[in-house]
């Protein structure tokens, strides 16, 4: 799915954006409703080749909303690849990215996090915000954060993303393809979540987390 509008006004310079998602419907709703707004130029893909394709034609774009599971791209693997062929101002567009995960995304240099729940208006905000150079982050991402760092199970980093994909369903081989690990690293990791938690399995290790606010 491949769609683009574009509206410029003489007085204003228009930024290009591109979204990089394979939700065609949400991609089209952006499209159509940014259609009547100026100063935008909005390009969007479904695969990540695609998008990776079009900086290549186009050159570096403005803002960059990237989706964190993609057909060709799982987890973050493509994120630092759009970073370093956009010079930047990649922001992760999700609607499961949990706080361990944004956390790591920002580590790794995108620009922010973007919910797929985001209203068209503070969208915009957002947009304008990374193409300055800035970094947006939603006042819910915040909050989160802030019950992280109060949680007492002291957690590690690792176990911290581990929990988050096991609160998204994954299976232990999709936990090793999203962040890179060994089969056995994340077995250890699953074992090691579940003693700190005190809870006897992975789901009901997910469930305390949701219900706690870790995740």
Same mark, same amino acid.
């Not at 790794?108 to 915000?129: D, Q, R, W």
């Given at each position: 799915?491949?769609?683009?509008?574009?509206?410029?006004?003489?007085?204003?310079?228009?930024?290009?954006?591109?979204?990089?998602?394979?939700?065609?419907?949400?991609?089209?709703?952006?499209?159509?409703?940014?259609?009547?707004?100026?100063?935008?130029?909005?390009?969007?893909?479904?695969?990540? /080749?695609?998008?990776?394709?079009?900086?290549?034609?186009?050159?570096?774009?403005?803002?960059?909303?990237?989706?964190?599971?993609?057909?060709?791209?799982?987890?973050?693997? /493509?994120?630092?690849?759009?970073?370093?062929?956009?010079?930047?101002?990649? /922001?992760?567009?999700?609607?499961?990215?949990?706080?361990?995960?944004?956390?790591?995304?920002?580590?790794?240099?995108?620009?922010?996090?973007?919910?797929?729940?985001?209203?068209?208006?503070?969208?915009?905000?957002?947009?304008?915000?990374?193409?300055?150079?800035?970094?947006?982050?939603?006042?819910?991402?915040?909050?989160?954060?802030?019950?992280?760092? /109060?949680?007492?199970?002291?957690?590690?980093?690792?176990?911290?993303?581990?929990?988050?994909?096991?609160?998204?369903?994954?299976?232990?081989?999709?936990?090793?393809?999203?962040?890179?690990?060994?089969?056995?690293?994340?077995?250890?990791?699953?074992?090691?979540?579940?003693?700190?938690?005190?809870?006897?399995?992975?789901?009901?290790?997910?469930?305390?987390?949701?219900?706690?606010?870790?995740?």
């Amino acid at each position: 799915m491949a769609a683009q509008v574009m509206v410029e006004t003489p007085d204003q310079e228009t930024l290009q954006v591109l979204i990089v998602d394979d939700h065609s419907l949400l991609a089209e709703i952006i499209v159509s409703s940014f259609s009547a707004m100026p100063g935008l130029t909005i390009d969007s893909v479904a695969l990540a /080749a695609d998008g990776l394709s079009k900086i290549d034609k186009n050159g570096p774009y403005d803002a960059i909303l990237l989706d964190y599971d993609l057909p060709d791209a799982k987890g973050l693997s /493509a994120l630092t690849t759009f970073i370093e062929r956009n010079n930047g101002r990649v /922001a992760i567009f999700s609607g499961v990215a949990g706080v361990s995960i944004i956390q790591q995304a920002l580590r790794l240099g995108a620009s922010g996090y973007i919910p797929k729940t985001t209203t068209l208006s503070s969208l915009k905000n957002a947009i304008h915000m990374i193409a300055d150079g800035d970094i947006y982050l939603p006042a819910e991402y915040i909050r989160n954060i802030e019950k992280c760092e /109060a949680h007492p199970y002291g957690l590690t980093q690792r176990e911290q993303l581990v929990l988050n994909l096991l609160g998204e369903g994954m299976q232990n081989k999709e936990i090793c393809r999203a962040l890179d690990m060994e089969l056995a690293v994340a077995k250890l990791s699953i074992r090691g979540i579940c003693n700190k938690m005190s809870v006897t399995n992975r789901t009901q290790a997910a469930i305390l987390a949701k219900t706690s606010g870790l995740i």
